[in-house]
């Protein structure tokens, strides 16, 4: 995931989102690239890339002395039709993320909120709307890149707050004069008044388009987390089935992995991608490749350097993925369980009973996680856990190297022991609280050991 690379992708759909609905018209000029910069966050010569990508597509004329001008002609009957046809196959994954995602977003918020108090600087201003705004500028203080994406896939997805008009949505005047907690209090209000109002707006036109446009058969297109946008990322994915895979006993210790055509055939990737993964996996003791053979499973522990550079990004999202977990925990698990039956309570306890009974404690991570990705009444949250599982799993090989010598299933039976308590005496919240703090406690103890074998610790702090 490079970052940069990613903001000028965020930055290109922003303002392509917002011409093709007519919000800008042709000869309207763009903020300034300063006023962009600062309102998005990122360096100038992000801002100047985004800009000369939606030149080549048409849609603007760039002037080194002046603001980008808007030079397509898109008749407003088009901006129309083209408004029906992206949010009417999404409204299903829209009303969806509109129901849980403040499930996700608002335990992140509320975080970022708390350093903003704290250090009490002023507002940002309101080049771009004011509700992205305000998410960019609060969650970046949460340093998580990870989130950030996120965060950009579902205004991707959801697309409307990027149409939103400041004089809308009741949150300018003295943005930038104000500060403290009543301001903030006034933001958070005003920004869930005005969200509301739009989202009304937003599904009285998508039934109205639905009709007249005749798309009552069109296909829903629902969420998709995408933070892979390149070939070789894919890698860090397919390290991830691997690692999950032999863990879980589909390739055993000791057994040979398929060929490399094979596994390229079964993920849809190239033959390099799988060998680049096989070389990386090797440095982590997850296998142990031989020259013109199968690779073989072993899953030891091994002392790899934490400052590689691919090692190093897979462990930053193994840690951007933890702290992510760690703040959604708690409401998304007991959202789960108060709302499941008594029998899949039955299930959850009897899975933490079989992990004690057969010495697999660290399996633990598995089980919350597909708990929550069977069982979670929204599309929004099974897609983003399914997701941070996957990167999560990137601490397995950690956890060797980290507890070298130690049993793991000694390391989790505790929490393992707690856990069962609370399914038995049916306390939700206890369980769901010990859930977050196992998590807090993996984070804590990864980035302590990181820093310790790194040669730059402050890189990995939050």
């Not at 917002?18 to 690239?33: A, E, F, M, T, V």
């Not at 959604?328 to 108060?338: D, F």
Request: glycine share 6%; aromatic share 10%.
């Amino acid at each position: 995931m490079k970052l940069e690379s990613d903001l000028k992708r965020h930055i290109c759909e922003y303002y392509e989102a917002r011409i093709l609905s007519g919000y800008y018209g042709c000869g309207d000029p763009l903020p300034s690239i300063h006023k962009v910069s600062a309102a998005f966050q990122v360096s100038v010569p992000t801002v100047r890339d985004a800009l000369t990508a939606l030149e080549q597509q048409g849609y603007v004329t760039v002037d080194a002395r002046k603001a980008a001008r808007v030079t397509c002609r898109i008749p407003l009957s088009v901006c129309r039709q083209n408004a029906a046809e992206y949010f009417v196959p999404r409204a299903d994954g829209i009303l969806d993320l509109v129901r849980g995602g403040h499930l996700l977003l608002l335990p992140c918020w509320n975080a970022g909120i708390e350093g903003w108090k704290k250090e009490e600087n002023p507002f940002p201003s309101d080049v771009i709307a004011p509700h992205v705004v305000l998410y960019i500028t609060v969650l970046n203080r949460l340093q998580n890149r990870l989130l950030i994406n996120l965060y950009w896939e579902i205004l991707h997805y959801a697309r409307f707050p990027f149409l939103m008009r400041q004089e809308d949505a009741a949150l300018s005047g003295s943005m930038a004069d104000r500060q403290g907690p009543d301001a903030l209090a006034d933001l958070c209000q005003g920004l869930t008044d005005t969200f509301t109002q739009h989202v009304k707006s937003l599904f009285t036109f998508i039934e109205e388009a639905r009709i007249g446009y005749s798309l009552e058969q069109t296909a829903p297109v629902p969420f998709q987390w995408r933070i892979y946008r390149h070939q070789p990322q894919l890698r860090y994915s397919f390290a991830s089935h691997l690692i999950r895979g032999i863990m879980y006993h589909r390739y055993p210790v000791g057994s040979k992995l398929p060929s490399l055509s094979c596994l390229a055939k079964q993920q849809g990737i190239s033959v390099n991608t799988v060998r680049r993964t096989l070389n990386l996996l090797e440095k982590l003791g997850v296998v142990e490749s031989h020259q013109g053979k199968r690779s073989t499973v072993c899953m030891e522990a091994a002392a790899f350097d934490v400052d590689e550079p691919e090692i190093r990004e897979g462990l930053r999202l193994y840690l951007d993925a933890l702290h992510i977990v760690e703040l959604t925990l708690h409401p998304v698990m007991l959202h789960v369980l108060e709302n499941a039956s008594p029998k899949v309570h039955t299930e959850l306890e009897t899975g933490f009973t079989a992990m004690r009974e057969q010495g697999k404690s660290n399996a633990c991570f598995e089980v919350i996680f597909a708990f929550i990705i069977k069982h979670s009444a929204f599309a929004i949250v099974r897609e983003c856990y399914n997701t941070l599982l996957d990167l999560i799993t990137w601490g397995f090989p950690l956890a060797l190297y980290r507890l070298f010598g130690h049993s793991l299933h000694e390391q989790y039976l505790d929490f393992n022991i707690r856990a069962e308590r609370h399914l038995q005496d049916q306390d939700w919240s206890g369980f769901s609280y010990d859930c977050m703090g196992l998590m807090s406690d993996e984070r804590r103890q990864a980035l302590a050991f990181i820093s310790q074998k790194s040669g730059r610790p402050t890189d990995w702090q939050h």
